[in-house]
């Protein structure tokens, strides 16, 4: 069952897991009925001090149909990064449904939408500042301001101002308190935890393959190309995902797909089951697939594909201080002048943006200990900690606590500024 508006025109929800569609709008059946989205509002001014410069108001709807989008935003801001760190497809855990992208956010629980319109982000500070659609249920037409954290390796985010008269007003309103958010912070209570797909992370199958999965989309990519799958709705229950292609695939654009997965002894399984459904609903009616014995078949008359966890930041790098990073599926090698230091990754949280290693025996500093490498981006650009390197174990290493991720280019790692990764 989907959760829908009653004028059905805004996005559809299921009823216990998100069944959402980063393509803005219901399926085919349900927006029939819409009619035509009211015009855009006017640009508006930059603001000072703020995010970004602000946005005009959003257009009223049509008969029936979606308000019109939110004008340009005005000159005079600070920058703004281009994409939303948290855009994408997202459970909570008081089971709503949150669709997230640059211009809007959705939220459904109950048989009821919210819209709420973007006009500013800020990735760094971790904020979205959005106008109440005029038929939201609750104080429609005000302003509202969300803030995000990342807590022991979950996403969490506070609505600490929903209310707001002004635009100026949810940007100047206190930020909530992210110290512990699953227990308090935001209004005297815990933080609302967004769960995307389990499998979100980065991995290698057995034909060299990338495979990066997050909430938003799933992307492919080879040494013959990439293809990207934008995400629709998942199952994290019955282990299964819906993703429409994307209109640049080599292959079957703008059709529909589903993938499952599965673990088995402890190697992670998946089977696109679909890659050429005509709708979404032919996608989700697919399969399923067999997963009795995915190393050798079940897929379509094949085996399932094994997938590989590495770093999501895999790659050749340069630091400021003259040093190439090498990180690659099972090492994190460093070259300078002076030598190399090679670590044999054992572990990888891409949730928790870090990994562990072992230090190399031929390493000439710490040989045979362990390492922990902590990553973050700030200010569009990839930071690492070494915030171990001399542990006795591998349970140390893991258990070192997190470096401050605040601002890495000023302290955090040790009480030095972290190291900037440049890919080459």
């Not at 509202?144 to 979950?154: C, I, L, P």
């Not at 933080?191 to 979100?200: A, D, K």
């Not at 079957?252 to 499952?260: G, K, V």
């Not at 679909?274 to 009795?292: I, K, Q, R």
Request: charged share 15%; hydrophobic share 40%; proline share 4%.
């Amino acid at each position: 069952m989907k959760l829908e508006t009653t004028n059905r025109t805004h996005l559809c929800f299921a009823a216990t897991t998100l069944m959402t569609a980063l393509v803005l709008g219901c399926s085919d059946d349900a927006s029939t009925d819409a009619g035509a989205a009211g015009s855009a509002g006017a640009s508006g001014s930059g603001a000072t001090g703020g995010i970004s410069g602000s946005a005009g108001s959003a257009g009223s709807a049509g008969a029936g149909g979606r308000a019109g989008s939110a004008g340009a935003g005005g000159s005079g801001g600070a920058p703004v990064a281009s994409t939303l760190a948290i855009a994408g497809v997202y459970d909570d855990d008081f089971g709503g449904g949150h669709e997230i992208d640059e211009s809007v956010w959705l939220q459904g629980v109950s048989g009821s939408v919210s819209s709420f319109a973007v006009t500013q982000f800020d990735n760094d500070n971790r904020v979205l500042i959005a106008q109440n659609d005029d038929n939201n249920d609750f104080n429609p037409g005000l302003w509202s301001r969300f803030d995000w954290t990342r807590f022991d390796g979950a996403l969490y985010f506070c609505q600490s101002l929903f209310d707001g008269a002004s635009e100026a007003d949810a940007v100047a309103a206190t930020p909530a308190d992210a110290t512990d958010p699953t227990s308090t912070g935001c209004g005297g209570f815990g933080w609302s935890q967004l769960i995307g797909p389990e499998i979100s992370s980065t991995y290698r199958d057995d034909f060299d393959t990338t495979h990066a999965v997050s909430p938003r989309r799933w992307l492919q990519s080879s040494s013959s190309g990439s293809s990207a799958f934008e995400m629709r709705r998942f199952d994290n229950t019955a282990e299964f995902l819906v993703a429409r292609n994307s209109p640049d695939n080599e292959f079957n654009p703008d059709l529909w797909s589903r993938f499952e997965w599965t673990t088995v002894m402890g190697d992670l399984y998946f089977c696109q089951v679909s890659f050429d459904s005509a709708t979404e609903a032919d996608a989700l009616a697919a399969g399923p697939a067999d997963p009795s014995d995915p190393p050798t078949s079940g897929c379509g008359g094949f085996s399932w594909s094994r997938l590989a966890e590495v770093a999501e930041i895999f790659g050749s790098y340069d630091d400021d201080f003259g040093t190439v990073h090498d990180v690659a599926d099972s090492t994190w090698t460093q070259t300078t002048s002076s030598g190399t230091s090679s670590f044999a990754i054992s572990s990888i949280d891409n949730a928790r943006d870090m990994l562990v290693a072992q230090n190399a025996a031929s390493n000439a500093f710490n040989p045979d200990l362990w390492s922990r490498f902590d990553w973050a981006t700030f200010a569009g650009e990839l930071y690492f900690c070494q915030s171990a390197f001399d542990a006795p174990t591998e349970a140390a290493a893991l258990a070192t606590a997190a470096p401050d991720a605040t601002d890495p280019t000023a302290d955090g790692c040790g009480g030095f500024a972290w190291s900037r990764l440049v890919l080459k």
